[in-house]
């Protein structure tokens, strides 16, 4: 009896295994989770919030409007310098005079040998390329590890970074975050040429450049320009540059012509639940959940109000 039944746990073990090597990987079917789509859908009017005009900017270009929110927490000087800028109208009739494939769009004077003179903004300012993080008070931590620095999440809907042992916080460079232009030196940027970015997130410019904003909308008119053929993707030829028809802040803009866009709330727990819809993808098309996600591919849903 003994020998009969250890001769079947072998039969047993053998076709068990065989049977796994015979399966395919991940054929296991995920249970159907809730999607982005579900979660925004689900979404109250309490979890989103209205840009403010006051840090709110609109780039015309010829194919239509990019809207910009800015991020005055982590450049307070910078941002006020592009508010006067804007409003002295120094970038209007001024161009798109780079673009670089999976790497950044720019704009500012193409005239480097006469530039446009500026009236009362600030040539040059202190960088700020990362400030105290008590400044920082509406930080939501993504538990998920990050190579780039010891917290990532997201402070009132921009992806952000700190580090504790410093004390310092920063905004990350992900894709559609708008930074400050500069030469070697590291206070040598005033917000007169700004880029952002159109592809693969360059986290390792973080903390050293300064970062202003965020793209809402308009991301489709920025990434497709075609690319420079110049050094690092500026345009080689003047006819090539793409004209600014203006460049204003919102509140400047009559209410009737503003574009109303509303954020998710990143401190909202709508939001964590549209990360973990994202981290944890169900069933049926998803194969394989990855249990993790990269704080540039972490979404923030923005919606538009008719």
Partial sequence: MQAFWGI????????ALATVAAAPAGSAELAVKPTLADVIKASKPADW??????????????????????APVFAPAHVDNIRTL???????????????????????????????PMK????????????????????????????????????????????PKSGRAWLAHCYGMVGVGRDNGADSGSGSSLYVVIGHGPRHLDRNITVVGRVIAGMPLLSTFPRGAGAMGF???????????????????????RSKFEVMRTDSATYKAAVEAQRNRGGPWTKVA?????????????REQK
């Fill in 290 to 302: 990855a249990g993790h996600i990269d704080l540039c591919n972490a979404p923030i849903p923005v």
């Fill in 235 to 257: 345009y080689d030829k003047p006819e090539l540059n793409v004209p600014i028809a203006a460049v204003k802040m919102a509140a400047d803009v009559p209410e009737a012509q």
């Fill in 8 to 15: 079947n746990k072998m039969a047993l073990a053998t076709a």
């Fill in 120 to 163: 009362t903004a600030k040539s040059s300012l202190k960088g700020e390329f990362t400030v105290p993080q008590k400044n920082d008070t509406s930080f939501m931590r993504l538990p998920d590890r990050d190579g780039y620095a010891p917290q990532v999440g997201h402070s009132n809907g921009f992806p952000s970074a700190r580090d």
């Fill in 49 to 70: 919030r209205a840009l403010d005009p006051d840090n709110t900017m609109y780039l015309e270009l010829p194919a239509g409007r990019v809207v910009i929110e800015m």
């Fill in 86 to 116: 804007v409003r002295e109208k120094y970038f209007d009739g001024l161009a798109v005079i780079r673009s670089q494939d999976n790497w950044v769009v720019q704009w500012g004077d193409p005239d480097e040998k006469n530039p446009r």
